[in-house]
């Protein structure tokens, strides 16, 4: 199945200018989903990790399924005030304006792998502020694995120093 053709593509969202590429008709469609999550488990099949990191909230989608089916450890990174323990936070820039995630403190311990996963990958400002905050608790970034990322908005070299497995690729501006 080519997801490519299931992503639905809706122009001027959130703001004009802006080719927002939408999952949802991914999700609504069993096969289409289970072929999504088949091909990003494919893609990182042989990468070690302990945990895999959710970002809120698109990547709790991936990641949870992920997570059961190879029976590790989900940390969930979330927006501000979401999380009921003690924790650390990590702000950064978006393509359209600036975000914060926080994890709880005790959810990574040192030394430990983590996968982050997540929806889509653009300029990049998510995934750069969650593997700021696994290194911050002693962890490890495993790598970082997208369903969609937008190629020429930068992400990937924003990520340079960690292996990006996407499964599907837009080279337009997104």
Request: hydrophobic share 50%; proline share 6%; net charge neutral.
């Amino acid at each position: 199945m080519d997801l490519s053709r299931v992503i639905r593509a809706v122009p001027d969202f959130p703001k004009p200018g802006i080719l927002f590429r939408d999952i949802t008709p991914v999700l609504n469609d069993p096969a289409a989903f289970r072929t999504a999550l088949d091909g990003m488990a494919d893609l990182v099949r042989g990468v070690p990790c302990d945990r895999l990191a959710a970002l809120e909230s698109r990547g709790f989608l991936f990641a949870a399924p992920l997570a059961r089916q190879w029976g590790k450890g989900l940390v969930a990174m979330r927006k501000p005030g979401k999380l009921p323990a003690d924790t650390v936070a990590e702000s950064y820039a978006l393509e359209y304006g600036t975000a914060t995630l926080e994890v709880h403190r005790d959810a990574i311990a040192p030394g430990e792998r983590v996968l982050i996963v997540d929806d889509l990958l653009a300029t990049g400002g998510t995934a750069a502020a969650a593997a700021a905050l696994v290194r911050r608790l002693g962890g490890i970034v495993a790598g970082h694995l997208f369903l969609v990322e937008l190629e020429g908005l930068g992400g990937r070299e924003r990520l340079a120093d960690d292996k990006v497995f996407s499964l599907v690729k837009f080279p337009e501006h997104g």
